[in-house]
């Protein structure tokens, strides 16, 4: 299994000014990445997202780092179903650009009223990502959804989402840490999810009950109220050695990518959540 990171990870020192997406290309391997993710290019100015494409994979050959997989937001209830799939189909020609052969986009992060749950959605959403897939196969990429987003995020969900898409070059992409955002146990959600993975995040969070006074700063809410902080892979409460075991269970042996949201230094983060994924990952797979 290889590991890679997403760029997202680095987002503390974009914000910073002290790396942006061309240059921890290079901090990446330097760490002992074997590829790097890409979420939503973000061009300088004057440069269009089709060249950016073109100087990020430029460098990604010169330092010897493939693109594992390009990551974009999406909402198909945003406009309407066929104006986003027209767009997404742009960001598919992007991630080929990238030289990847997976892009996992959203489907909504709109929540429904009350009266349109999945079940009355669910068919618009399927269309809507049948028509990018469909696109996409074209180019020799395959699509995914993530458990993510404050509506598609539980397991039952997104298995649903994939199974009324019904197209084989469309997948998921199964977060590791997420499912708490839902109020999941992570490894009974991994347990429905690893079946249909075509790409995987290992991440970790610090979970405080909603019952206790709220933490403050670094902290968000859950579905139901519980406090999460992101953190680095092993020192949360995410089973992540568990979800590489079920992963090989389900015959999964692609990649596997760190997402570093944590408040702790993200370079500290990032690499101490990599040594522990790597022993995780002699411990499971055996190498």
């Known amino acids: ?16 000014g002290l790396l942006d997406q061309m240059s921890c290309i290079a ?22 997202e089709e060249e950016y494409a ?23 209830l945003r406009t309407t179903v066929k104006e986003e799939a027209e767009r997404l189909k742009k960001k598919v020609d992007v991630a080929a650009i990238l030289g990847t052969t997976s892009m996992r986009h959203d489907a909504t992060w709109t929540t429904p009223t009350k009266s349109r749950g999945l079940k009355n959605i669910v068919d618009d959403l399927a269309a809507g990502i049948r028509e990018v897939s469909d696109y996409a ?23 649903t989402l994939i199974n009324t898409v019904d197209n084989p070059n469309f997948g998921w992409l199964c977060d590791m840490g997420n499912f708490l955002c839902a109020d999941e146990d992570p490894a009974k959600a991994y347990g429905k999810a690893a079946p249909y993975a075509f790409y995987a995040h290992a991440k970790d969070f610090i ?6 006074p709220d933490p403050g700063e670094g902290f968000f809410q859950s579905r139901s109220g519980n406090y999460l902080r992101g953190t680095i892979i092993g020192h949360g409460v995410v089973p992540v050695k568990q979800c590489l075991s079920i992963l090989k269970k389900n015959g999964y042996d692609g990649y596997i990518g760190v997402e570093f949201e944590g408040i702790e230094d993200c370079i500290q983060g990032i690499s101490i959540g ?8 002699s411990e499971v797979y055996g190498n």
Not at 7 to 16: A, L, P, R, V
Not at 27 to 48: N, Q, S, W, Y
Not at 139 to 148: A, L, W
Not at 207 to 212: D, F, L, P, Q, W
């Open 137 to 159: 196969a074209t180019k020799g990429i395959r699509t995914m959804v993530e458990n993510h987003g404050t509506f598609l995020q539980d397991a039952d969900r997104v298995e």
């Open 27 to 48: 901090k990446a391997k330097e760490m002992g990445f074997d590829a790097i993710e890409f979420t939503d290019l973000t061009p300088p100015d004057g440069v269009t």
């Open 207 to 212: 979970v405080k009950s909603g019952n206790e």
């Open 274 to 281: 990599l040594a522990n994924l790597r022993r995780y990952v």
């Open 54 to 76: 073109r100087q990020i994979k430029a460098e990604c050959d010169r330092v010897g780092l493939p693109v594992s997989n390009y990551t974009i937001g999406a909402d198909f």
């Open 1 to 16: 299994m290889k590991i890679a990171v997403s760029s997202y990870s680095f987002s503390q020192y974009f914000q910073k």
